[in-house]
């Protein structure tokens, strides 16, 4: 079956620009979650949704970031006014947890370039 | 605060040495643990988590809540390991990964 899809997988954009990175999760999966992979940083946990529970925002390093999950499906994360330090790529992961088993799915990643 | 620690950014070992990557974490619960690679130009993907107690591609990782440490070990590298290894500890029941910065793993001929 397909994985979890994002798109674009590469963006380049100018400092003071805002862009949108979508991810689209495996289907029946409840949860989705975004992180960031930045070199010398590792990966840094960003927001998670869990069903229709509110989003867990605890990992966002701004209020430039945001993100939401429309019907419980496709998530798009928002970076308004982007900064150089923004360069990263983020990484899109879905989960479900079947008897007490735990394990997360990851996106192929959107590469973002801030000039 | 809840930390994952990889002490090594690089291990280089020889083919058919045996490999051992570290990973000591901190959490005031009972943790769950996984350790994720991620080969090159692939995503990232679980390679064992320890409530399953498994073996996976020779690989193995034990939790030592004494040390607070969930190594992950292998008696015999082959090149196709070399990868960037990530351990990682969930955060509650329903939470987030917190990762390591990752071990790049370099098994040379």
């Known amino acids: 079956g397909a994985g979890v899809s994002q798109s674009p997988s590469n963006k380049v954009t100018e400092k003071g620009k805002d862009v949108e990175l979508r991810c689209d999760p495996i289907s029946g999966h409840t949860a989705l979650y975004w992180y960031r992979q930045s070199l010398g940083q590792g990966l840094e946990f960003l927001i998670y949704f869990q069903g229709n529970s509110a989003p867990d925002k605890s990992g966002l390093p701004s209020d430039r970031f945001s993100a939401e999950r429309t019907g419980g499906s496709v998530s798009t994360l928002t970076i308004q006014r982007t900064q150089q330090e923004d360069s990263a790529v983020y990484l899109c992961?879905?989960?479900?947890?079947?008897?007490?088993?735990?394990?997360?799915?990851f996106g192929p990643g959107t590469r973002l370039t801030v000039l | 605060a809840q930390r994952v620690t990889q002490p090594e950014k690089l291990l280089s070992v020889f083919k058919g040495a045996p490999v051992e990557l570290k990973c000591n974490y901190s959490y005031s619960g009972s943790p769950e643990l996984f350790w994720y690679v991620q080969y090159s130009r692939q995503r990232l993907q679980l390679l064992l988590r320890h409530i399953s107690r498994e073996s996976i591609k020779g690989f193995t990782a034990d939790l030592n809540k004494g040390e607070t440490s969930f190594h992950l070990k292998k008696p015999f590298a082959q090149e196709e390991d070399s990868a960037m290894y990530y351990c990682a500890l969930r955060r509650g029941s329903q939470g987030n990964l917190i990762f390591g910065k990752g071990t790049k793993l370099s098994v040379k001929p």
């Open positions: 992961a879905s989960s479900y947890t079947s008897g007490g088993v735990h394990e997360q799915f």
